[in-house]
């Protein structure tokens, strides 16, 4: 009896615990949570400067007035990227006038094989809003970094390789604050209900 | 039962006429491979992913370890996991397994046959003559038909769409 009680004290203790853990953490880890924003925004991005598909250079700061879809990948990416860039086209395409405000960016995590031209060639055939940028290995980590966008380098055989990534469209309002993301094979209604809304922003 | 092994006798006949005729979708003893397709790859890709169904009647798994086409620098069996919001692609260097009695669909977002070292692009409508290789089975030819560049299914493979 003695034990069970124990036991029992020592449960809703641990509730107790608990429920003032979360709670702290809702109300000073997670400000943002109250007003229904994602928390954490403050330091999603930072400015940065890389090289267009031009050849000229390209920079990006918060609050450009502009809302913005960013989004990494390769062009030796047999699947996920193509396909990724591929909706992004039709998606701006359903958007028609709506998503005329919208700029894309395409930002390479191989910048070794991803010239300037290489992605410029590649990024014809897919909608001409979306802008491809690459830059030194130094820079793309960086930038991925501040993004936190997840890449590695992963070797095939004959020398060949592939680079892991975190394929998700970052979504960023006029104001340069994270608007939210779009996943990897989200279904195209939402894809597109939220570039109106971010279009709207 | 002579009416029985009559019919068993024309049903072998007729699989064995069939053997000899051919089909859209190549089939052998026991493996029979169809809606072959891939995607028209952007200029300058060097790399494309294949897709198809592979069905196995036969009481052993085989198993799909690689293949070659022309054109193409070489032909490995991979698969694509997200492992969260990341995309990780992989070579099976084991090839992949068409267990006995069933279906394997290589499809986007999954296993796929990797077409490295494009000598140019595939276009839209092109046919691509693939001889995969299987471990069992041997070489098998079939013809993968090349879908505009975001496709995610094979579009009415024997229409006129």
């Known amino acids: 009896m003695t034990t069970l009680s124990a036991v029992r004290y020592a449960l809703w203790a641990l509730l107790a615990g608990v429920v003032i853990g979360v709670t702290a953490a809702a109300l000073g880890l997670f400000p943002g949570a109250q007003k229904g924003t994602v928390s954490g925004t403050a330091t999603l991005g930072a400015p940065f400067t890389l090289t267009a598909m031009t050849g000229e250079p390209y920079s990006w700061e918060p609050a450009t007035g502009a809302p913005h879809a960013i989004f990494f990948g390769f062009t030796f990416c047999p699947d996920v990227c193509p396909t990724t860039l591929y909706e992004m086209t039709t998606w701006l395409d359903r958007l028609g006038s709506d998503g005329e405000s919208i700029k894309a960016l395409f930002i390479s995590v191989d910048p070794e094989r991803d010239t300037p031209e290489k992605l410029a060639n590649y990024l014809s055939a897919f909608d001409d809003r979306i802008i491809g940028l690459t830059g030194s290995r130094e820079d793309i980590d960086k930038v991925a970094g501040d993004f936190r966008i997840y890449h590695k380098r992963v070797e095939l055989d004959d020398g060949d390789y592939t680079m892991d990534h975190t394929a998700s469209v970052l979504l960023f309002k006029p104001d340069g604050s994270f608007f939210g993301t779009i996943a990897y094979g989200e279904d195209a209604e939402t894809a597109v209900d939220k570039l109106r809304r971010l279009a709207r922003s | 039962m002579a009416i029985i092994q009559r019919s068993a006798f024309v049903a072998l006949a007729c699989a064995f006429a069939l053997s000899f005729i051919a089909l859209p979708a190549l089939a052998n003893d026991t493996l029979t491979l169809k809606e072959a397709w891939t995607r028209a790859t952007p200029p300058g890709a060097t790399n494309g992913g294949g897709f198809l169904m592979i069905t196995n009647t036969g009481d052993e798994a085989d198993r799909l370890t690689g293949g070659s086409v022309s054109g193409v620098g070489k032909v490995e069996i991979h698969t694509m996991v997200m492992d969260g919001d990341v995309m990780k692609m992989r070579e099976l260097p084991d090839g ?50 090349v879908q505009p560049v975001g496709a995610t299914e094979p579009k009415h493979m024997h229409g006129s769409n």
């Open chain 2, 96 to 145: 992949l397994e068409v267990p006995a009695g069933e279906t394997v669909t290589l499809k986007p977002g999954g296993d796929h046959v990797m077409f490295m070292q494009l000598e140019k692009p595939f276009e839209e409508g092109q046919m691509l003559d693939v001889t995969l290789t299987f471990e069992k089975a041997g070489d098998m030819s079939t013809m993968f038909m």
